[in-house]
């Protein structure tokens, strides 16, 4: 596989489930990203790594709760969520960070999350 | 303060037309990244272009083309002879130091090419 990969592409939860998104990119990159996309809202940053180090937390409630054991996989762990957190749920990557040339971002298909 | 502006929420065309999404951004920066991305309706968000502040040279890859001028604040996208496959949001993002090099979006502007 190439790119960015997401899975489950779809999900559906009670308030009261726990699950786990999964990322996987093979591209080789430094940087991993979550990123959530509502109806009508911008895009929201949501964690950041960078060589497997969180870099990035921006206020995002503790029940998402992010997992980055390599350079190639990001996850985000879900529990106790509420519906208002149905949305769309990206993942992406890049070469490096910041102010830096191969700073373009990849994204993932995402995965779409409804909440009961 | 960091901004990126599309004021077009919904632009239509019919297939062949040439069509310009307009984008303009607010940064105090002189150093500085400008982004393009598509998103058709599978979600997935599709890199176009970058463009850094030094470098204010149009590019043209196909049937697209982009029109960076700093004296407006502008990088506005142009697809020429449009196709129903154009049909997406895109989104411009700008990613400078004063945003502590976080890609600030744009609303989105949703394009669609009837046949």
């Known amino acids: 596989e190439t790119g960015v990969t997401q899975t489950p592409r779809h999900l559906v939860m009670g308030m009261t489930n726990k699950k786990s998104l999964k990322c996987e990119q093979h591209?080789?990159?430094?940087?991993m990203y979550w990123y959530k996309q509502s109806a009508k809202k911008p895009l929201e940053l949501m964690f950041v790594y960078n060589f497997k180090e969180q870099t990035e937390n921006n206020s995002v409630p503790s029940r998402f709760s992010p997992e980055c054991p390599n350079s190639s996989h990001l996850f985000l762990h879900l529990h106790t969520l509420q519906p208002e957190d149905s949305a769309l749920y990206l993942c992406?990557?890049?070469?490096?960070?910041?102010?830096?040339?191969?700073?373009?971002?990849?994204f993932g298909p995402g995965t779409r999350l409804t909440v009961l | 303060a960091q901004k990126v502006t599309q004021a077009q929420t919904e632009i239509s065309v019919v297939e062949k037309e040439d069509v310009t999404l307009d984008c303009v951004y607010e940064t105090r920066d002189t150093t500085y990244y400008l982004f393009w991305y598509k998103q058709p309706p599978s979600g997935e968000l599709v890199f176009l272009i970058r463009r850094n502040s030094f470098d204010e040279q149009n590019e043209i890859s196909g049937r697209y083309s982009w029109n960076f001028q700093k004296s407006t604040s502008s990088f506005n996208f142009t697809i020429t002879a449009s196709q129903v496959v154009d049909s997406a949001v895109y989104f411009c993002?700008?990613?400078?130091?004063?945003?502590?090099?976080?890609?600030?979006w744009g609303a989105g502007t949703k394009l669609i090419i009837k046949p």
């Open positions: 993002a700008q990613l400078s130091m004063d945003s502590n090099y976080q890609l600030i």
């Open positions: 591209l080789g990159h430094n940087a």
């Open positions: 992406a990557s890049s070469q490096a960070m910041g102010g830096t040339l191969n700073n373009e971002q990849f």
